[in-house]
């Protein structure tokens, strides 16, 4: 498999480091790469649209444009790109739920950390491609799973919340067998995409974009368990 990876960091030193990471897991895994550093933000958005990257390793503190603000333009237009945070301040790790971040790593890196964070990103990138079927009353949907946030379910209906709703005449179970492990059911009437989560509290679970969902009692441990898990 080839992957393209983009390196987005103001420190030539640090870019070199982490393409000979890269490109040491990249032997180790038998994965054709290849690789591009940037100095900034602002250089990495210029050859964005051209070069499609697949994983982008972003520092946070940048001259100009910060790692957070790219990361957010970025997701703002594409479910599917894989980021890795990768940094000297662990304050900042609040930011990658906003953004729905892969992994925040801190420096110096650990190289057996990258790698697994690596084989992670690889492996969302083939579950990102899986579509579920909708068929509605009007037409028939392709709807990729990456980018369903939550499914509620109202009487004998249920609607999928993504970039559109859909309601349809189906189970929450019989979803979840559509679904991976970036989904929790939540209660009896929601299921979650954890990757869209921003903020978890006693009783409810808050998504980027706004939306909230319902928590119930005793639920709140589990919830959070799940995040770190996937996150992990």
Not at 21 to 41: C, I, M, N, Y
Not at 63 to 85: D, T, W
Request: glycine share 4%.
């Amino acid at each position: 498999m080839s992957v393209i990876i983009s390196i987005c960091d103001d420190s030539s030193q640090e870019r070199t480091a982490i393409n000979a990471l890269v490109r040491r897991w990249a032997q180790k895994s038998g994965t054709d790469v290849d690789v591009h550093e940037f100095p900034t933000a602002e250089a990495f958005l210029f050859e964005y649209e051209e070069l499609a990257s697949d994983i982008v390793l972003l520092d946070i503190e940048m001259p100009g444009m910060s790692g957070v603000e790219l990361a957010k333009r970025l997701r703002a237009g594409n479910k599917r790109i894989q980021i890795v945070f990768i940094t000297g301040y662990s304050e900042y790790i609040s930011e990658g739920y906003e953004v729905a971040a892969l992994h925040y790593l801190l420096k110096p890196l650990s190289a057996e950390k990258f790698f697994s964070t690596l084989d992670r990103a690889m492996e969302n990138r083939k579950t990102d491609d899986r579509e579920i079927v909708i068929e509605t009353s009007e037409e028939t949907v392709f709807l990729p799973i990456c980018e369903i946030r939550y499914i509620e379910v109202i009487r004998n209906y249920i609607t999928i919340h993504g970039e559109k709703e859909y309601t349809v005449k189906k189970t929450l179970k019989e979803m979840e067998k559509e679904l991976d492990q970036r989904f929790l059911r939540v209660g009896r009437s929601y299921i979650v995409n954890l990757r869209f989560v921003s903020r978890v509290t006693r009783t409810e679970v808050f998504l980027r974009g706004g939306e909230k969902v319902p928590l119930p009692r005793g639920a709140y441990e589990t919830v959070n368990r799940a995040i770190i898990q996937l996150r992990r």
